[in-house]
């Protein structure tokens, strides 16, 4: 996940040729491309299908012909979301998707993951993500160009992939390898396990420790193993109540657990450097199995990670 894919112009001809095909069923009067992304795409297209190519489509829908808009991404697709509800006259295509693009939006396009780079990219486009932390630096009144802040982009991009590597792994990557112990029918409990990990709203980070208990079946987990979770859960992009629920349903599912238990206690610099500017400490817990229906081992549980 997130790795540049260059693409080239062959592959943008193929996909091209894609659109066209998806509507040759119903030929569009004429195409019209995105500034800039889809200016390339929408000339092939249009070639393809024999129609004209429009600049102003908003123009060429109220003189009653059928526009056909294409881009070369849909992302997140808030850009053809806010052209279809401007105009819903129009009808929208693009060459390529992304794993989490709306599945309303161009369902079809060709599925890409990664930074994508198209051939008529500047250089500095070509850079992808440090590009984009360098329009944060100039956003913010900052010389990109000064010394102390020339390696900064790339910097930048190296740290928020390693607090993201989270999305590499898979639970049962972690929780794969388990042992037969006998019989064990007391709670298993590792507290105190540290975590840092970034809020998905504002990109900032969040820490504090984690304390999670399991019951198990026929099987256990190497503790180590515990932990590895807690962090697979925390290197991602994140808020502390689904992360609590997460830990915990992967306990359930992969070791077959009779119970699970998790308590998460984190302090936000979302809070705490911006906004309200307070400091505080959250504190969230999931239970489930046994943990949930019986007082008494739930009692027992929040005994022992009592500090």
Known sequence: MGDRVVLTDADVERAAVLVAARWSGCVPDAVHGLPRGGVTPAR????????????????????????????????????????????????????????????Q??????????????????????????????????????????????DTPKRVVKAFREMTEGYRLEPGDVLGTTFDVGDCDELVVVSGIHFDSLCEHHLLPFSGTAAVGYLPGERVVGLSKVARLVELYARRLQVQERMTTQI?????????????????????????????RKRATMTTSAMFGRLRDEHALRAEFLRLIEP
């Open 44 to 103: 092939l297209v249009a070639e393809t299908l024999g129609v004209p190519v429009t600049q102003d489509p908003v123009h060429a829908v109220r003189s009653g012909l059928s526009v056909l808009v294409v881009d070369d991404l849909v992302d997140s697709g808030s850009t053809a979301r806010a052209l279809l509800e401007a105009t819903p006259a129009l009808s929208f295509d693009a060459l390529y998707r992304k794993p989490h693009s709306p599945a």
């Open 105 to 150: 939006i161009a369902p079809d396009a060709t599925l890409l993951d990664g930074w994508l780079v198209f051939p008529w990219e500047t250089d500095d486009e070509r850079e992808g993500p440090t590009d984009a932390v360098v329009r944060i630096l100039s956003l913010i009144g900052e010389d990109p160009n000064r010394e102390g802040l020339l």
């Open 248 to 276: 915990a349903t992967a306990i359930m599912e992969h070791l077959n657990a009779q119970a699970a238990g998790v308590v998460l206690s984190g302090t936000h610099s979302c809070m705490s450097c911006r906004g309200v």
